[in-house]
Each structure stands twice: as structure tokens, then as C-alpha cells.
């Protein structure tokens, strides 16, 4: 595959979210227009976009006339349906292709593509109904956890498991028609490794990020991360052959858990730019967002040092409990980046925004962001006064 679509061009977006915001503002700065197509209005994405187009995923028609008005597609979430970027890529580029989502989409054909490419996963059973739970345990153990294989994000779709008891209940509760026992591992920590791969397969990859979960939601990424260079080098290196086994024209973030007997282990992959790789809008040379424009685009792959240790912080909806945020002392941090994603409604656990903070070391920048997250329940100088 070999292709150039250059500034000036017109790309669309699959998605609206928060990421699609973050890529299209990247594009754009790259002289890019951007299209957006989901079934919402005024989005993150829309609101920074050329041109917004609300239409259901599975509106094929609709696709494929948001197709015929771009030069390339990209999407910013992968649970959008396969037949839509099929249906997109009969007129033109859809990166990543439909057969990466496909593969990642179901955590069962991730986790065996994974172990068939030989690549560490966390050992894990298949289970196809009821009457699989059983089996799987006694092939997995306990402790365990229960995920659909389809839809699952940000910690939904799982149910943690510690006894045999606990087995057909999970089931229930999960509701789905299949699911995946993984055992659960004990874990030194978490990692990420954000992935470009361009039209003519040269690959680029960001150092290693470490990354800390509160509810099954990311809390806190911080870069570089805190491992041993022997850790960091398989990291990349497993990655890289993700991609080159992916066949991958785009971003991919490869999820790790980092075992307490040093062990690297796939979690899981996400075939777009990640939560935990917003620190590189801040932090690198070329973000990951940027990235994304550069492989789809089929642009040579931007470069990914890092200019400065970092340390990022999500804002979930929680934080509006009490009102708005007091964003002037979060604020009152020179070191300190407010990124707010444009959505209207916050909710407990929603992703509203991040801080991302820079620091001579990745622990003083963990700290800076952890206390300007603090200061925006603080009561006093309001966050819209003049003064």
C-alpha cells in the first residue's frame, strides 16, 4: 500500500468523542480538513470539525455518502461496526481496515490472535455458555475475572471472581452470550505502549508510559515510566510485532500487565490513539494524535522523543458534583495543561477532560498534576470571576 493524501484534503472521522476532538485538532493545524460522521450533534468532535454529519453507524447509505465527500477516513473508537468502515472503503482509504477492528473488537479473537503470534497474554479460557464456567476455572484457577468478549470499555462488562460460588453469578450479571475467564494476575504495575505504523509499514513507538487505575478507569499515566531499560525494550518490541502481524496502517496503544515476578503480558489492544498517550500532546515532539494524521495520510511518521518528563491526570465527571471546577487554581501551576473535551453533561466516571503537568522527573510531575486535580474542588475564588 502506498498513497499521499496532503494538506488540504478532506479527512472523515468515524467517532465523535474526545479523541476525534483531540485528532481533528491536530489535523487541522496540519492544514487538514475534518469530517466527522456519528449519531450525535454538537461533539467533541463536531464542534472543532469542517463539517458534522449525524447518522447512524449502520446507515450504510449514509456512510458511504460521507465516503464519497472525503479523501480518507479514520476512526476514533473501535466499536464502530465492521460493515461500516467496509462500506466506507469501497470508496476510499478506511486505516486501520476492517479486519483490524474485527480481530480487536471481540477480546476472544484478540487473545487468539495474540497467543497464535506468540506474543505473552494472560492465560485465559473461552466460555460459549453456562455450561463452560466450570471447565474454564478449572483450567484458569481463581482468583479470575469474567469479561464479555464483546463492547467491554473502561472496566464495564467485568465482573472479578474469587470464589467457585461466585462463577454462575458473574455469568448472570454479565448478561452476554459469550465471555473470557482470565486469571487475574499480581501486578508490579501497568503499562502502555502507543504504536504508529505508516502506509509502507515503517513503524515508530513511543517509550513505554505507566499508568494507574482507579474503578477500572485510567487515573494517572506519567512518562517515562519507571521500569528497568530491559522491560522497556520488550515492550517496544512486542509492540512492533503487533503491528507488523496487525498489518496496522494507524495508532494502536498495546495495554501490558507488568507481573511482580517482572513478566510482560498483553491486556489488551486499542487500534487508536489512547487515554494514556494524551501526555504526548504536551510532553513529545509528535503527539499521538498527530501520528494518526501522519500513517493515514500516508505521511512520513513524525518522531517521538520526549521533551520533558510528564504526567497526566483524567477529570471524570465526578468532580462536578459540587459545581464547576475551580479551573483558576488548577491553573495557578505554570507546569500545568487543562484539556477540556467540549461535552456538555458531566456524569460520575464520563471523561470531561485531563491536566497533564511537566516536570524534571516523571514522579515531581505525577505530584504537580495530583495537587492541581485537588485544587479544583477548592472552594473560593470562583472559577469565572473577574478580578
Known amino acids: 500500500m502506498s498513497f499521499r493524501v496532503l494538506p488540504g484534503s478532506v479527512i472523515g472521522v468515524l467517532g ?116 463452560d464456567i466450570d471447565s474454564a476455572a478449572t483450567a484458569i484457577g481463581l482468583p479470575a475475572i469474567m469479561k464479555t468478549a464483546s463492547w467491554g470499555y473502561d472496566g464495564k462488562g467485568q465482573v472479578c471472581i474469587d470464589s467457585q460460588e461466585q462463577l454462575q453469578q458473574a455469568w448472570r450479571a454479565l448478561g452476554a452470550s459469550e465471555a473470557v475467564l482470565e486469571r487475574r494476575v499480581d501486578l508490579a504495575g501497568e503499562l502502555s505502549v502507543i504504536a504508529v505504523r505508516g502506509v509502507q509499514g515503517e513503524i515508530v513507538c513511543f517509550d513505554p508510559i505507566s499508568n494507574i487505575h482507579r474503578n477500572q478507569i485510567l ?91 510528564a504526567a497526566m491526570a483524567n477529570l471524570l465527571g465526578d468532580l462536578w458534583a459540587n459545581g464547576e471546577p475551580n479551573w483558576f487554581e488548577a491553573c495557578s501551576s505554570p507546569a500545568i495543561k487543562l484539556h477540556l473535551y467540549g461535552k456538555r453533561t458531566p456524569r460520575p466516571g464520563r471523561k470531561m477532560g485531563h491536566l497533564t503537568a511537566l516536570a524534571e522527573s516523571p514522579r515531581s510531575a505525577k505530584s504537580l498534576v495530583e495537587e492541581a486535580r485537588r485544587r479544583l474542588t477548592q472552594t473560593g475564588r470562583a472559577s469565572g470571576a473577574q478580578g
Open 219 to 309: 487515573d494517572i499515566s506519567s512518562a517515562p515510566a519507571d521500569i528497568s531499560p530491559q522491560i522497556a525494550a520488550q515492550a517496544i518490541e512486542i509492540a512492533r510485532t503487533v503491528m507488523t502481524r496487525l498489518e496496522v496502517v494507524g495508532v494502536v496503544c498495546v495495554e501490558y500487565f507488568l507481573s511482580s515476578r517482572g513478566e510482560l503480558l498483553i491486556n489488551e489492544l486499542a487500534p487508536r490513539p489512547h487515554n494514556s498517550g494524551h501526555l504526548t500532546i504536551d510532553a513529545h515532539v509528535t503527539s499521538q494524535f498527530e501520528q494518526q494524521v501522519r500513517a493515514v495520510c500516508g505521511l512520513p511518521l513524525g518522531s517521538t522523543a520526549q521533551l520533558s518528563p
Open 16 to 131: 465523535s468523542g474526545q479523541l476525534g476532538r483531540m485528532f481533528a485538532i491536530a489535523a487541522r493545524q496540519m492544514g487538514y480538513r475534518v469530517h466527522v460522521l456519528s449519531p450525535e450533534d454538537d461533539t467533541p468532535t463536531g464542534q472543532v470539525a469542517d463539517h458534522e454529519v449525524k447518522a447512524d453507524y449502520d446507515d450504510l447509505d449514509a456512510v458511504a455518502s460521507f465516503a464519497r465527500g472525503v479523501d480518507v477516513i479514520t476512526y476514533e473508537f473501535e466499536n464502530i461496526p465492521v460493515s461500516a468502515t467496509n462500506a466506507a472503503a469501497r470508496y476510499v482509504p478506511t486505516l486501520p481496515s476492517g479486519t483490524v477492528l474485527h480481530t480487536t473488537q471481540n477480546r476472544l479473537r484478540e487473545k487468539n490472535f495474540l497467543r497464535s503470534a506468540g506474543l505473552p497474554v494472560t492465560p485465559f479460557a473461552a466460555i460459549g455458555g453456562i455450561s
